[in-house]
């Protein structure tokens, strides 16, 4: 069955770059048309989405307006994973992060990631 | 301030039937499916309908959903108090080029 496992550090600086690896089994990160997403939760914002890719005969990303100039997601075909890393973060960026898979529906996520930025 | 815009909490005795409603736009759910998820406390939300009324291998048909126009609805019977959780709707907006989720609704079985 299909599984997502997310790693990444739980304790990021204000200023400094949020990084989370979102390894995939069960299937393929190249999977034709299938969305790899991440979204944060967070009391204030509730679930928020930030941005996905997807393969259709080139990689697309999509990211939401809200962290456009600041983040990316990268998909490694080597490693079957996918990655995010969301720049310049402040205290507001503090969340639980998850990566999801799917398309209008997702229909397997992550076990999320609590990511705090603190000094 | 969500896209998507469902009632905080509502809350039925065991055994009783329970609706939460999900509003939109001409964008978001006039246009696209609506999903549901199951968020229970301190784990990753949990696709329980799809397509509008779909449900994923596994999940019981006490759950149902519907859509129309630009609302739509999760239905719940028979409830149970394992069935204590916060439930989101989603969909894509197509004019934001974003997926859209709702505030979330708090269910409480009494």
């Known amino acids: 069955q299909i599984q997502l496992q997310q790693s990444g550090p739980g304790l990021v600086k204000p200023s400094q770059t949020l990084s989370l690896t979102c390894a995939i089994s069960?299937?393929?990160?190249?999977?034709?048309?299938?969305?790899w997403h991440w979204i944060r939760q967070s009391p204030s914002r509730g679930l928020e989405w930030l941005g996905r890719t997807y393969y259709k005969s080139k990689w697309y990303n999509n990211y939401a307006v809200s962290v456009k100039s600041r983040i990316t997601i990268n998909p490694d075909t080597s490693k079957n994973q996918f990655s995010l890393q969301l720049n310049s973060v402040t205290p507001e960026d503090t969340a639980v992060y998850y990566c999801?898979?799917?398309?209008?529906?997702?229909?397997?996520w992550g076990q999320g990631t609590l990511v705090t930025v603190s000094s | 301030q969500s896209v998507l815009t469902q009632p905080p909490s509502v809350s039925a005795a065991p055994g009783q039937k329970v609706t939460i409603s999900c509003s939109g736009t001409s964008s978001n759910l006039g246009k696209n499916y609506v999903s549901w998820y199951q968020q229970l406390p301190g784990t990753a939300p949990k696709l329980l309908i799809y397509d509008n009324n779909k449900r994923p291998s596994g999940i019981p048909d006490r759950f149902s959903g519907s859509k129309s126009g630009t609302s739509a609805t999760l239905g719940i019977t028979g409830l149970q108090t394992g069935d204590e959780a916060d439930y989101y709707c989603?969909?894509?907006?197509?004019?934001?080029?974003?997926?859209?989720f709702g505030g979330g609704t708090k269910l409480t079985v009494l």
């Open positions: 989603g969909t894509w907006d197509s004019s934001l080029s974003n997926v859209v």
């Open positions: 069960g299937d393929t990160v190249s999977s034709n048309s299938v969305p």
């Open positions: 999801a898979r799917g398309d209008v529906s997702l229909d397997h």
